[in-house]
């Protein structure tokens, strides 16, 4: 009899033992755990809220790229592919950036409002692509980005 299989749907704080997207062996469990040999070769008791069955679809970012200057724009559109091939889109600035908006005296609204939306500390490449995989890896990035509709 083999052992039952699950695969990682997010490695919460567990980026030593998990990949989100791979599929792992049960060697135990009990009511709300389960036993398996992490990424980093030990037994480790980890949240069955980690896991999903192996037939459930996982999609997972491939690649990414801005879709405008990001020096030019307070609010920088930014397009992510994932590996079905699918794509969504979501908008990144800073607070820096976000001042420069209201000091804008065209502007007629008094706020915005945007549920795709991402604050960082800079759009530097190097921290995007950080941020980006890190809500990945933990199943947010669906959460925060819209379906992209290609015409």
């Known amino acids: ?33 389960y036993r398996i040999v992490g990424n980093h070769g030990r037994r480790v008791w980890i949240s069955k809220h980690h896991f999903a069955s192996i037939e459930e679809p996982i999609l997972i970012m491939k690649t990414w790229q801005f879709d405008h200057d990001i020096d030019k724009n307070e609010f920088v559109e930014v397009t992510i592919t994932f590996d079905d091939d ?30 795709h939306l991402i604050i960082m500390k800079t759009i530097r490449t190097e921290d995007v692509e950080t941020m980006l995989r890190h809500l990945d890896n933990q199943n947010e990035l669906i959460e925060v980005t819209i379906p992209l509709l290609e015409s």
Not at 92 to 112: A, H, S
Request: aromatic share 10%.
């Open 86 to 115: 699918s794509k969504r889109w979501c908008v990144i600035t800073t607070p820096q950036k976000i001042v420069e908006y209201f000091d804008n005296e065209l502007l007629d609204l008094p706020g915005i409002n945007m549920k």
């Open 1 to 33: 009899m083999g052992f039952q299989r699950i695969k990682c749907t997010d490695v919460g704080v567990y980026e030593h033992a998990l990949t989100r997207g791979r599929v792992y062996e049960v060697l135990d469990e009990d009511e709300r755990k």
